[in-house]
C-alpha cells in the first residue's frame, strides 16, 4: 500500500520560514516524480513545485520562486519543501504527491498519489 505522510507544517510569522517534509512507503521512490501542492479555503488546489526522480530539473510555480526550494533524498524516500520568506497568502495545507514518470508536471491531475495534508498557517 502507498502511503504518502507529510509533516513540518505549523504556525509561522510572515517572514519566517518552515521546512516541510514528505515521507513515502510501498513505492519504488526513486521511479517517481514528486511534486507538492497547496490548498487555500475556497481554492482550487495549486502547484509549488515538483522534481524529478533523479533530483533534477525542479520546476517551481512562478509566484513562489526565489522563496521555495524542492528537495529529495532517494535513500530515505522522502521529498522536502523549504519555504522562506513566508506571507499570510501562504497559509493553505500543502500536500505532497507522486507521479510515476520522469518529468516535472505542474499538473495536479496526472499525479498517481497523494498525501493526506500538513497545515500551513502564516500570520501577519
Known amino acids: 500500500q502507498v502511503q504518502l505522510v507529510e509533516s513540518g507544517g505549523g504556525l509561522v510569522q510572515a517572514g519566517g520560514s518552515l521546512r516541510l517534509s514528505c515521507t513515502t512507503s510501498?513505492?519504488?521512490?526513486?521511479?517517481?516524480?514528486m511534486g507538492w501542492f497547496r490548498q487555500a479555503p475556497g481554492n482550487e488546489r495549486e502547484f509549488v513545485a515538483a522534481?524529478?526522480?533523479?533530483?533534477?530539473?525542479?520546476n517551481y510555480a512562478d509566484s513562489l520562486k526565489g522563496r521555495v526550494t524542492i528537495s529529495r533524498d532517494n535513500a530515505k524516500m522522502t521529498v522536502y519543501l523549504q519555504m522562506n520568506s513566508l506571507k499570510p497568502e501562504d497559509t493553505a495545507v500543502y500536500y505532497c504527491?507522486?507521479?510515476?514518470?520522469?518529468?516535472?508536471?505542474?499538473?495536479?491531475?496526472?499525479?498517481?498519489?497523494w498525501g493526506r495534508g500538513t497545515q500551513v498557517t502564516v500570520s501577519s
Open positions: 510501498g513505492l519504488t521512490f526513486s521511479s517517481y516524480t
Open positions: 522534481i524529478s526522480w533523479n533530483g533534477g530539473n525542479p
Open positions: 504527491a507522486a507521479r510515476g514518470g520522469q518529468y516535472p508536471i505542474p499538473n495536479k491531475n496526472v499525479y498517481d498519489f
